[in-house]
């Protein structure tokens, strides 16, 4: 990777499209992917023959040779051969032939990944850059002259968060993700061997993973349950982000000489916290949530400092060490006379009794092994990342330097992404729910017999008033519906959960169907009424959660900018932001809006928004460091690799990214881009180079879009036209659209 540097470096020239191959060079470039497919598809027709029987294998073959006559070689008799073939199938047939064929299509994705990745390795070796990498992002920006101090300088101040969330149509099973995961690592493996004998152990492996693909169902026959969603979502951590993202931070810290990286990545979750739509999530869903979140965050660390204990035999006779180190070594309870004189190993071990006791105490569990009792847990994740500060010291004190880079300084990086609460767990409800828990309360308290027929001006009115009094709002004594207990409870969990596993724990609360004021106001109300919010509007009042609506329909996009300007605008609004952190995120819907508005409609109503939002929110950033996030719910259209997300980050509109960014990862998109580590480590990758290069390349460009009359009287007519409701005519001219991407 490129480093930028202080002076102003010389541009390499670099051709992000490489030179069109001739047949013979692009079949060798393909070689080793055709062999693999080649291999896994032998493997399987051995299982299927070995598993079905002969004439299935001879069936499944059959329908191959058909199917390749017809639609490679355009014979139409083979064409009407497989019709009739297909539709004299018996059922047993008919699924036989399906297992088979999806199973094909798995292992040549698989092949396709892992060609991916052999194909970037080998570009890296020759020096050659691929878009959406670090490197290209680098090599670019080095040529506009930004240098390492401005992209470090940045990062200090960006926030990048993919969020996971669960998809009703979700039905793969996380039985058959492992075996393909572990496929994929063979493959993999492969390319690394010599000798005949390790190819055939290899390949042995491989077979006895496609077996029990084969004999493993499917598909789910029951519906997943939340804690089974909570479940399949951890494994991408141990399966690509507990040890990738460090590694990442890694790559950057190298590539900027020196200039320290802030923590600036994050990870987010709906899963069990989305209570939109989904009467399955409740408190104790959420509790549950962060309480699995915790142990696997924990039980990697646990992991990692007894591995770390391990490579840390310092004997304390040969170098010394610093004060501070002596004073952990003491703290520790382990006194084995084989260490002694090991002062990394005893605080190692004492760092692993108090760990265990963390575990049990924020989750219940145990841990697996004890050198000595667990006790004296952490308080928080700080403090032990203060431990491994002073090792850290220590071992630079004494010339050890190539002990920390393995593990002790990825580790440090992973507490500080992930705390003790891994990611951060978005709430999300609709505006309805809320309007009718506040209705409520505002009845039993006799403040307001039907709140939800006031008009919008009096609501505000009222919810200010009530913001800017210090009582509750619940009577004690009182027997609430069964929606005003859930709604609060969650709100009471989340402040329990912050307090517990730390303020990163839960951070944004996500308001469906934003369409006024009125509907963050009544959050906020909410949050006050559990200590969420402390204080009032007019004297010092603290919000605990950024209150981030969520703007979906074609009307609702039309109106953000609008909302957001009456909502600032209200008395004591802005210092309450400013005075919780100065953070605003906005959501913007993505397949709410192409269902309103239809595809153009809704990729112009989406750019409109988002300049609209920065216009508005550039002076509250200059006079009052009010910083804006915009949130794109883009569900499933970003793709693997360099491409869509890369694409889709780069065409937002000047000035919208500016370092902030937030994105939903959807259902079986996250297991095609975070399953495999290697795949998983380029689209992180692909993140952060696409949210520089939108930031410092395109970021400073004006919002402000200009074009000829005529141009924009048919982009109006074509928005028109591709409008599903009656839309109302545009009053700013329309952006220069990309063709990879719907913004």
Not at 23 to 41: F, S, Y
Request: proline share 5%; glycine share 6%; no cysteine.
């Amino acid at each position: 990777m490129p480093r930028p540097s202080g002076a102003s470096p010389a541009p390499r020239p670099v051709d992000a499209r490489p030179p069109r191959l001739k047949a013979d060079d692009a079949a060798e470039k393909n070689r080793p992917l055709v062999e693999d497919i080649r291999l896994l598809g032998r493997i399987l027709g051995d299982v299927i023959r070995e598993q079905e029987g002969k004439e299935a294998f001879e069936l499944i073959e059959r329908v191959r040779q058909l199917s390749v006559a017809y639609r490679l070689k355009r014979d139409a008799s083979a064409g009407r051969v497989l019709d009739r073939l297909l539709k004299n199938l018996s059922g047993d047939q008919t699924v036989s032939v399906i297992r088979a064929f999806s199973y094909f299509s798995h292992l040549a994705n698989i092949a396709e990944d892992r060609h991916h990745v052999r194909r970037r390795e080998h570009h890296e070796a020759q020096g050659h850059l691929q878009e959406g990498s670090l490197a290209m992002s680098f090599e670019r920006l080095a040529r506009a002259d930004i240098r390492a101090a401005d992209i470090a300088a940045t990062l200090k101040h960006a926030y990048i968060s993919p969020v996971l969330t669960a998809h009703p149509t979700e039905v793969q099973r996380q039985s058959i993700l492992d075996a393909e995961r572990a496929i994929a690592e063979l493959i993999g493996r492969r390319d690394s061997l010599h000798t005949e004998r390790e190819l055939a152990e290899t390949e042995a492996l491989i077979r006895a993973r496609i077996t029990q693909l084969w004999q493993t169902r499917m598909l789910r026959t029951a519906k997943l349950t939340v804690a089974n969603e909570i479940d399949n979502a951890l494994s991408y951590y141990h399966a690509t982000f507990l040890r990738q993202i460090p590694r990442l931070y890694g790559e950057l810290e190298q590539a900027l000489n020196g200039h320290e990286v802030a923590p600036f990545f994050r990870m987010g979750n709906w899963i069990g916290g989305d209570r939109d739509g989904n009467p399955n999530v409740s408190a104790d869903t959420l509790r549950h949530a962060l309480a699995r979140q915790s142990e696997t965050v924990l039980r990697f660390y646990l992991t990692e400092v007894h591995e770390l204990g391990a490579e840390l035999s310092v004997s304390e006779s040969l170098v010394g060490v610093t004060p501070e180190m002596q004073a952990l070594a003491k703290a520790s309870p382990d006194r084995s006379e084989h260490r002694l004189d090991e002062p990394y190993r005893l605080a190692l071990t004492g760092m692993y009794a108090r760990l265990a006791a963390t575990l049990h105490e924020l989750t219940g569990t145990e841990a697996l092994r004890h050198a000595v009792a667990p006790q004296n847990p952490y308080a928080s994740a700080d403090e032990f990342l203060a431990n491994l500060r002073t090792i850290e010291a220590s071992l630079k004190s004494h010339h050890a330097q190539p002990l920390i880079e393995p593990r002790l300084k990825p580790l440090m990086r992973a507490v500080q992404v992930f705390g003790f609460h891994l990611a951060t767990v978005d709430l999300r409800q609709s505006s309805d729910k809320h309007e009718a828990v506040v209705a409520e309360l505002l009845q039993a308290a006799r403040i307001e017999r039907d709140y939800s027929a006031l008009p919008e001006a009096a609501r505000r009115e009222l919810l200010l008033k009530l913001l800017n009094d210090a009582r509750p709002l619940r009577v004690i004594g009182h027997r609430y519906s069964e929606l005003a207990d859930g709604e609060l409870a969650i709100f009471e969990a989340a402040r329990e959960m912050r307090a517990r596993f730390g303020a990163g724990a839960i951070r944004h609360y996500i308001i469906s169907h934003t369409e006024d004021v009125s509907d963050l106001l009544e959050v906020l109300l909410l949050q006050k009424e559990v200590g969420l919010l402390r204080g009032t509007l007019d004297d010092a009042a603290l919000a605990d959660l950024i209150v981030a609506p969520l703007f979906e329909t074609i009307g609702d996009l039309r109106n953000a900018a609008g909302i957001m300007r009456a909502f600032y605008a209200l008395p004591g609004v802005l210092d309450l932001i400013t005075r919780s952190g100065g953070e605003q995120d906005v959501m913007l819907g993505y397949s709410d809006s192409n269902k309103d508005g239809g595809f153009f409609t809704s990729s112009w109503e989406l750019y409109r928004a988002e300049v609209a939002l920065v216009e508005l929110f550039q002076p509250l950033k200059d006079e009052h460091g009010v910083t804006l996030r915009l949130f794109h719910g883009r569900g499933g259209t970003v793709g693997r690799g360099g491409g869509p997300s890369y694409q889709a980050i780069l065409a937002q509109p000047p000035g919208t990214v500016n370092g902030q960014i937030r994105l939903t990862e959807q259902g079986e998109v996250i297991a095609s881009k975070y399953a495999h580590p290697e795949i998983g480590r380029r689209n992180l990758e692909t993140l952060v180079a696409a949210t520089l290069e939108a930031t410092l390349l395109h970021g400073q460009a004006s919002t402000r879009w200009g074009a000829p009359k005529a141009f924009l009287d048919a982009a109006e007519d074509l928005s028109r036209s591709s409008t599903r409701r009656p839309a109302s005519p545009t009053t700013s001219s329309p952006p220069r659209q990309s063709a990879r991407s719907p913004s």
